[in-house]
């Protein structure tokens, strides 16, 4: 699993495949939705004239099947954060709707994060995060709930870093963060 990002096609393909081939005996008010939301965030910390400077640029993408009130799916996460380090989380979730907001919990199966400025090349590790949101159709629906929506949400992230280049740790990294993102998903 070097490459994450290259085998991030291939399971959001099956996935949504699985996904498409169960929305065949959907009811009606049943939906699926397809979203990608982005944040970015720029930061510079200087002490006598250097330091550390750049900006993060996270992306989130999610397949939700939705029934009434009760939605499932996965997403994927990718950070960049400057040219030195990118982050990379996947697997599974769960949202409750009560339209137009929703809450969600997601499991990350796998949280890398890669360097290219130190001798670690890489720290891997599971986590889990939670959030809130909303998402607001825009235009004409396609359908009693399909259409375009703009989505707002701020989700909390909490990662367990357990191994360093292949070698388990013997404390594990723990990370928590917080972070708002806005985006545009479709709904069918």
Same mark, same amino acid.
């Given at each position: 699993?070097?490459?994450?990002?290259?085998?991030?096609?291939?399971?959001?393909?099956?996935?949504? @495949?699985?996904? @498409?081939?169960?929305? @065949?005996?959907?009811?009606?008010?049943?939906?699926?939705?397809?979203?990608?939301?982005?944040?970015?965030?720029?930061?510079?910390?200087?002490?006598?004239?250097?330091?550390?400077?750049?900006?993060?640029?996270?992306?989130?993408?999610?397949?939700?099947?939705?029934?009434?009130?009760?939605?499932?799916?996965?997403?994927?996460?990718?950070?960049?954060?400057?040219?030195?380090?990118?982050?990379?989380?996947?697997?599974?979730?769960?949202?409750?709707?009560?339209?137009?907001?929703?809450?969600?919990?997601?499991?990350?199966?796998?949280?890398?994060?890669?360097?290219?400025?130190?001798?670690?090349?890489?720290?891997?590790?599971?986590?889990?995060?939670?959030?809130?949101?909303?998402?607001?159709?825009?235009?004409?629906?396609?359908?009693?709930?399909?259409?375009?929506?703009?989505?707002?949400?701020?989700?909390?992230?909490?990662?367990?870093?357990?191994?360093?280049?292949?070698?388990?740790?013997?404390?594990?990294?723990?990370?928590?963060?917080?972070?708002?993102?806005?985006?545009?998903?479709?709904?069918?």
């Amino acid at each position: 699993m070097k490459n994450i990002l290259g085998l991030a096609p291939v399971i959001f393909t099956f996935l949504t @495949g699985s996904f @498409g081939y169960a929305a @065949g005996a959907a009811k009606v008010g049943d939906k699926q939705i397809i979203s990608l939301s982005a944040m970015a965030l720029s930061s510079s910390t200087q002490q006598g004239g250097s330091g550390p400077s750049g900006s993060t640029v996270l992306s989130h993408s999610e397949y939700v099947y939705s029934w009434s009130n009760f939605g499932a799916g996965f997403f994927f996460s990718y950070d960049m954060q400057g040219s030195t380090e990118k982050d990379s989380t996947y697997g599974p979730k769960v949202e409750v709707n009560f339209d137009p907001f929703y809450l969600e919990l997601g499991y990350a199966l796998m949280a890398k994060r890669a360097y290219t400025d130190r001798t670690i090349a890489e720290q891997t590790g599971d986590g889990i995060y939670y959030g809130v949101g909303a998402r607001f159709n825009l235009g004409v629906a396609k359908g009693p709930a399909g259409g375009w929506f703009f989505q707002a949400s701020y989700k909390m992230r909490s990662l367990n870093i357990k191994k360093q280049d292949g070698a388990v740790l013997d404390e594990p990294i723990k990370q928590n963060d917080g972070f708002p993102l806005i985006g545009m998903g479709y709904q069918f």
